[in-house]
C-alpha cells in the first residue's frame, strides 16, 4: 500500500500533537525526566515519525519553548497597545507575564532550560531561527513600553544603560520573582507569607521608582489601577485562573 501524504496543514497539526504531549509529560514527570522514547509511547505515531518532526529531546524542547513565547507574545501585546501611560503598560506586562506562569506553569519551566548550550546546540536550524525570530517580535513589544517612555519624558534612560539592559533588569526581575515563588503561583499555602503577585507589584514599583518613572508610587494608586485594568485587558486569563481555584491577591 502506498503511504498517505500528509499535507503541510496535517504534517502541522502533527507537530502540534506531538507537543502536546510532551507538554502533559512535563506536567506530570518535570521537564527533567522528559524522554523521546516516553513521548513516543504516548503518541499514535512510530518512533521514526516523531524524529521527522524534532531530530531530539532538545529540538522537541526548543519547539515547546517557542510555542510558550508565542503565548506570551500576544499577552505583552496586549499590554503594549493598551491605552494608558507607559509605566501602567509595563507594570501590566510584568503581570500578563504572570498570568502566563499560572496558566502555563510547564511552559514557564522550558525558558530558562530552552537558552541551555546543549539544547541549542542539539536543536535544529529552523528551530533556532523560529526562536530568534519569535524574541524579536516579543522584545519588541517591552522595548516599544521602554521608547515611549524616555520620548515623552516619564523615563529618563540612567547614563551608564541602554534600552536592552533596562529591559533586560525588568524581565530578571520580573522572571525571578515569579520563579522563586512558584510554589504559590499554583498554590497559596501556609508555608510562606509570600504571595507571589504581591511581590511582584512590590518588586516592580522598587525598580520602577528607583528609576524615578513617572507616576511614582506617591504620586498614584498604581494598585487600584492595575486590578482595573487587568480585568479590562485579561478577562478571559482571569476566568481560567478562578476555573483553577485561583485569585490574584495583591
Excluded at 78 to 107: D, H, V
Aim: proline share 3%; hydrophobic share 45%; aromatic share 8%.
Amino acid at each position: 500500500m502506498t503511504p498517505r501524504i500528509l499535507d503541510e496543514a496535517a504534517l502541522q497539526a502533527r507537530e502540534e500533537h506531538i507537543i502536546d504531549e510532551a507538554i502533559k509529560l512535563i506536567a506530570l514527570l518535570g521537564i527533567e525526566n522528559l524522554t523521546m522514547d516516553k513521548v513516543v509511547a504516548k503518541v499514535p505515531y512510530s518512533k521514526g515519525t516523531v524524529y521527522k518532526h524534532f531530530i531530539g529531546k532538545e529540538d522537541l524542547l526548543l519547539a515547546i519553548s517557542n510555542r510558550a513565547v508565542k503565548l506570551l507574545s500576544g499577552l505583552f501585546l496586549r499590554a503594549f497597545q493598551f491605552e494608558g501611560c507607559t509605566r501602567e503598560r509595563m507594570l501590566l506586562s510584568n503581570f500578563s507575564y504572570l498570568l502566563y506562569a499560572i496558566l502555563y506553569p510547564e511552559l514557564f519551566q522550558t525558558e530558562i532550560c530552552a537558552k541551555a548550550p546543549n539544547v541549542i546546540g542539539k536543536s535544529s536550524e529552523a528551530r533556532i531561527k523560529e526562536q530568534e525570530k519569535l524574541e524579536i517580535k516579543l522584545m519588541g513589544a517591552i522595548f516599544g513600553i521602554v521608547e515611549e517612555a524616555i520620548a515623552d519624558k516619564s523615563l529618563l534612560l540612567p547614563e551608564y544603560m541602554d534600552i536592552q539592559q533596562l529591559c533586560f533588569a525588568n524581565w530578571s526581575m520580573a522572571y525571578g520573582t515569579i520563579a522563586l515563588l512558584s510554589g504559590e503561583v499554583e498554590q497559596c499555602s501556609g508555608r510562606t507569607n509570600l504571595i507571589v503577585e504581591r511581590e511582584l507589584f512590590n518588586q516592580c514599583n522598587l525598580l520602577f521608582d528607583g528609576l524615578q518613572w513617572k507616576p511614582l508610587t506617591k504620586e498614584k494608586k498604581h494598585c487600584s489601577e492595575l486590578r482595573k485594568t487587568i480585568e479590562q485587558v485579561y478577562p478571559n486569563e482571569l476566568m481560567l485562573i478562578k476555573e483553577k481555584g485561583r485569585e490574584l491577591n495583591f
